[in-house]
Every structure is written in structure tokens, then in C-alpha cells.
């Protein structure tokens, strides 16, 4: 250790306190320690330490309670969790919260030293400049989230980003990676969901055409083309099963195989991570691996939907309205305040995008220089029936064909696979993307 910092231990165990205390200590370490929840929130009163590394059960008030009030005074100090009881829905529990790290007792000592060299970065100095400048905000929800960031931006660790679709997630990627050491280098999208299997495997891990050395050799893969910089996967829960393993090997070894190749090639990659579904549902209903998901959420980062950060409708508006200006050299120039009012009481299910969405219509429709309340009423009543985005007519597509098929087999899930073309497991897994029961079809045919 480099520096000498400040742990304060939080466990109802005495006997574990010490020798877990002597043992820091003996690693150059200040550290303090508590026996209780209640009595580390009253040492927090008068110190700040870098890291908090408290017992998960304990009497009273257990670690992730403990971890609750401590963000609310101090924002952005990480918490590790330890417990003796390492099932996984522990550790489910434990990372949703938004803990740094979770410890499974007894404590392995590299383990414990590799997390807390982890959570120290954090609380080093953060990056400094306007880093943030994108991420507009006046918002307390969104203001956490950007501490956070802010935070772990320098750090080369996963960071998985949630939130409602349309929230900003590509956008906050975009910002880690610009205040991240990696700026300079590529920042990679790769969208899991609108892919094939084949495609998707070539465009992560690459492939190989022509000899390994020849001329026509190519490994596009994204994890390849990506080095020395940062990835972002997109709906990374429609990853599929095969190509899990082989990303939760690519990230272990720091290497890639493309496919055709008998060489492996070395990787240096920042990997986020982003998706609007559970992903602990999807865990436990066994459709993603638990030890990627640990892989890929060494942080989460879970961005408020738009209507739980109203303050900030009217700024990104006239932000919007600023970026369409000097991009189209439009006569408009503002809004009325009835319009900025009727905007911040909508309830935006297509978050920031929706909203970007109306400032383009409403600059498109305006006839005067301010944009009216009329005119956003009336675009606001008409949402509903706006022009889908390609996803959104994509899977209206993917249900209508998957009722059809069904209807014409009578739920026989092996015949409606064959008509689509798909394997079994493919087509329940479009089946369990929208929710369609293919009993309910069960002499239902045309």
C-alpha cells in the first residue's frame, strides 16, 4: 500500500474486529472500528474515513442499513459488505443497493486487498475538468448518480449502467469514458439486442478471413478494435448464453480468440455495461450467468427516470432547443413559460429521448419564435400516437409474428419454431421477451 488510509470496521463480532483490525494495521492502515450500525453513524459525526467495511447481519441495524444512512450524509464513501452467509441472494441484495464490494467470510486476503485498493481509488481526488458538461442536471437524484460517476470515472473497473429506456444511459457511458485515462482512445458501442448469435459473436470477439498472417486476415471484434479504450454493450441482458461464457473468459484472460484463429490476442479494454431490465430476475430465472453479472457490475450506476427529476425538464429543454439552433440555424428561440409548465408536469415514459423527441417536433411545427403552450399541448396529446422508433416497430413486428405462428400450429412451440426458423430455445426466449404463453394458443388455430 502506497498511502496510508483511514478503514472503519463495523461488525458485531469483537473477536473478528481485532484480528481483522491487526491485520489492516499490519498492511499500513489507520483503523478505527465500531459494534454496531448505531455506534459507526456516531463515529461518522466527527470523522470521514476512505472506506467502511461492515458485517452485513448484524443486530439492530445490519449492513445495508447501515449503508442507506450513510449515503444520505456522505455520498459517495464506499461501503464493502461481509458476511458469513454468502448465498447469492446476499450478494444480489448487496450490489443492487449499490455497495462497492461484498465479502464472503472468512475473508480471503487477496480478495480483501484487491477491493480495498478498489474502493480507495475512489476516494482519491476526482478527475477534474468539465467532465460532466453533457450530463445537465439540477436534480438531488441525478446529482448522486453524477458523485458517483464522478467518482469512478478514473478507475479501469465494469461499470453496469440501468435505467428506464431512453434515460441516458449511452450518454453517461460517453461521460465515463471521456473522463476516464482512456479518453483518448476508442469509446465502442455494441447493442446485444439487435443482432443474430453469428453476427453478435463476430462483432465482439472478431473473426478471421483468409491466413492468420495473410493479407486478408481481420479481426474487427470490438473487444480488438476497442484496445486501449472502453466498450459499452447495450442491452447486454440479450447476450446469449454461449457468447456469455466466452465474454466471462475473454474478461478473466484478457484475451480473444477470433473465430477461425488459432491465436489468441491480448485485450485492454474498459467494458460498461447497460440495460433498462432486471438483471437479477433474469439471474434467477437462470437466462444470465451470476459470475458474469458480478463481472460486469463491479458498480452500478442506475440512472432516475425523467419524471423523478422534474426540475430538470425545462434546462434540458432550452438545451435541446440551443443544440437544434445552432444545428439548423432555426428562427426559434424559446419557450413560453405555460410550455416549460405543461413540460414538467408530463409524465415522459420515453424519458430524456422522448422529450429531445418533442423539442425537434416543436421547433419543427413552431410558427413564431417562442414556442407555445398550445403547440405542446397539442403535441403532448398526440404522443401516443408519434411514429415508433425502429425498436419499438421492431418488437411490435416480433409479437404480431410470434401470435401468428402460434395461432397457425396451435401453440405447438416445435412446429411455430420450424415455421420461424428458429431453434426451441431461441423462440422461448422471443416467447419470454414479450410475455407470450404458447398454452394460451392451445386449439386457437386460423
Not at 472503519?8 to 492502515?29: A, C, I, P, Y
Not at 448522486?144 to 478507475?155: D, F
Not at 433498462?276 to 451470476?290: K, L
Not at 401470435?403 to 419454431?417: D, I, P, S, W
Request: aromatic share 6%; glycine share 8%.
Amino acid at each position: 500500500m502506497t498511502r496510508k488510509a483511514r478503514i472503519l470496521l463495523v461488525d458485531d463480532d469483537v473477536s473478528l474486529l481485532k484480528l481483522l483490525g491487526l491485520r489492516l494495521r499490519s498492511e499500513g492502515f489507520e483503523v478505527a472500528t465500531a459494534t454496531s450500525g448505531a455506534e459507526a453513524l456516531e463515529w461518522l459525526e466527527q470523522h470521514r474515513p476512505e472506506l467502511v467495511l461492515s458485517d452485513l447481519r448484524m443486530d439492530g441495524m445490519d449492513g445495508l442499513a447501515l449503508f442507506e444512512r450513510i449515503q444520505h450524509k456522505h455520498i459517495g464513501l464506499p461501503v464493502v459488505i461481509m458476511t458469513a452467509h454468502g448465498s447469492i441472494t446476499d450478494a444480489v441484495s448487496a450490489t443492487r443497493s449499490g455497495v462497492f464490494g461484498f465479502l464472503t467470510k472468512p475473508i480471503d486476503k487477496e480478495a480483501l486487498r484487491k477491493t480495498i485498493n478498489e474502493a480507495l481509488a475512489v476516494s482519491l481526488p476526482a478527475f477534474e475538468g468539465d467532465w460532466q458538461h453533457n450530463m445537465l442536471t439540477r436534480s438531488p437524484a441525478m446529482t448522486g448518480v453524477l458523485e458517483q460517476a464522478r467518482r469512478i470515472a478514473p478507475l479501469d473497473i465494469s461499470v453496469l449502467i440501468t435505467g428506464p429506456a431512453g434515460a441516458g444511459k449511452a450518454l453517461m457511458a460517453r461521460t465515463l469514458h471521456q473522463a476516464s485515462p482512456r479518453r483518448d482512445h476508442p469509446f465502442m458501442v455494441l447493442n446485444c439486442g439487435s443482432l443474430t448469435e453469428p453476427l453478435l459473436e463476430s462483432e465482439l470477439f472478431g473473426h478471421v478471413r483468409g491466413a492468420f498472417d495473410g493479407a486478408d486476415a481481420d479481426y474487427s471484434g470490438a473487444l480488438i478494435t476497442a484496445r486501449g479504450g472502453t466498450l459499452l454493450l447495450e442491452e447486454v441482458d440479450e447476450l446469449p448464453p454461449r457468447l456469455q461464457a466466452r465474454l466471462l473468459r475473454a474478461l478473466e484472460q484478457q484475451e480473444v480468440r477470433p473465430r477461425g484463429s488459432e491465436h489468441s490476442i491480448k485485450t485492454d479494454v474498459r467494458v460498461l455495461s447497460a440495460t433498462s431490465r432486471d438483471m437479477v430476475g433474469a439471474m434467477e430465472q437462470e437466462r444470465f450467468r451470476e459470475d458474469l453479472f458480478y463481472r460486469l457490475n463491479v458498480v452500478n450506476l442506475a440512472l432516475p427516470a425523467l419524471k423523478e427529476r422534474p426540475e430538470d425538464i425545462p434546462l434540458l429543454a432550452r438545451h435541446f432547443l440551443e443544440q437544434i439552433r445552432q444545428r439548423q440555424h432555426t428562427q426559434v428561440t424559446g419557450f413560453a413559460p405555460d410550455a416549460l409548465s405543461l413540460l414538467a408536469a408530463a409524465p415522459w415514459p420515453g424519458n430524456v429521448r422522448e422529450l429531445l423527441n418533442l423539442v425537434e417536433q416543436a421547433v419543427a411545427m413552431a410558427s413564431a419564435p417562442v414556442i407555445s403552450a398550445q403547440l405542446v399541448e397539442g403535441i403532448l396529446s398526440g404522443s401516443s400516437e408519434q411514429f415508433p422508433t425502429f425498436n419499438e416497430a421492431r418488437a411490435e413486428f416480433e409479437r404480431m409474428y410470434l401470435n401468428k405462428v402460434l395461432r397457425m400450429t396451435e401453440g405447438n412451440v416445435t412446429q411455430a419454431a420450424g415455421l420461424a426458423g428458429r431453434n426451441r430455445t431461441d423462440f422461448y426466449k422471443l416467447l419470454s421477451r414479450h410475455g407470450i404463453e404458447a398454452g394460451a394458443f392451445k386449439g386457437k388455430g386460423d
